[in-house]
């Protein structure tokens, strides 16, 4: 096999290795887990915001985006997309399918190599449908992208001193390689620091402080004093003598009706039951005074 055979084959195994996939199904999960009660952002911010990670023809391995992405999940950041440069319409689709489930969704998207142009034009067209994209990052990018290819705020970041383009905030970084720069320590806290402006775009529904639940019951009816003729073992189904609540207005007693059975003439009409008046009730007996 020929050298530029050898060179495509590389090229071609280096596009379509690894899958995309979206790190809250990845062993990134724990370390969210274990960072989340240290992040300085919300929980309920954080949970909004999606990163996309677009490689480009650089190989994968820890000091890549693979690496970012487990950077980024230290600092409490589960939502993040990582794919080829084959998985772009994938992650448009995703794009889409989060912004309807989830309205108060924020994109930040991230170029790397040859990743970065497919960055841009992703970033372009979820802002023409209405998807939120806060900021592009094109990480040491081919080329020199178009200044007028990205609508957002975009910051490019290059392992070497570069021509800066007019539309972007253009960042070297000293010590950095080509296949370094993704992990860079600098590289991470500026993506942070990008996510964190995102999170604080995100807007959550309405409270709703419906009304308080009071309870308009009756005052306490005050029962009269006992009277005289009950001993003092009957006091207690009256009140003690002190301060007592204004009493209810008495309802009167109305004679009550019953319903004729089949076949049986009109209604009875049974007068209310009145309580003899002046016959003072006798004592209760106590327990073990027989019958």
Not at 8 to 24: H, T
Not at 189 to 212: D, F, N, Q, T
Not at 260 to 283: C, D, H, I, K, S
Request: charged share 15%.
């Amino acid at each position: 096999m020929t050298g530029k055979r050898w060179l495509i084959a590389v090229g071609l195994g280096a596009l379509f290795a690894g899958s995309g996939c979206v790190s809250c199904g990845h062993q990134a999960c724990k370390p969210v887990l274990d960072a989340g009660p240290n992040c300085e952002v919300p929980a309920c911010d954080r949970r909004h915001v999606y990163t996309v990670l677009i490689n480009g023809l650089t190989p994968g391995g820890p000091s890549g985006l693979e690496g970012l992405r487990d950077r980024l999940a230290t600092h409490g950041y589960e939502k993040v997309y990582y794919g080829q440069l084959c998985h772009v319409w994938w992650m448009w689709q995703e794009m889409k399918r989060v912004h309807t489930e989830d309205p108060s969704a924020r994109f930040v998207i991230i170029g790397y190599d040859f990743g970065s142009d497919s960055a841009a034009g992703l970033a372009r067209d979820a802002v023409a449908k209405g998807i939120p994209v806060d900021a592009v990052v094109l990480l040491d990018p081919s080329g020199q992208p178009d200044p007028g290819t990205c609508p957002v705020r975009t910051v490019m970041l290059r392992c070497t001193a570069g021509v800066a383009a007019p539309h972007a905030d253009g960042i070297a970084l000293c010590g950095a390689t080509h296949l370094t720069l993704p992990t860079h320590p600098r590289t991470v806290e500026i993506v942070c620091e990008l996510l964190k402006e995102s999170a604080a775009r995100v807007e959550h529904p309405p409270y709703y402080e419906g009304p308080e639940m009071t309870y308009d019951g009756a005052p306490p009816r005050a029962m009269p004093l006992p009277g005289p003729g009950l001993t003092e073992d009957w006091f207690f189904l009256h009140d003690q003598p002190g301060t007592h609540a204004v009493p209810l207005t008495p309802v009167p007693a109305a004679p009550f009706s019953i319903p004729p059975a089949p076949g049986t003439p009109g209604p009875w009409v049974v007068p209310a039951p009145t309580p003899p008046t002046g016959l003072p009730l006798p004592a209760p007996k106590k327990l073990g005074q027989g019958q």
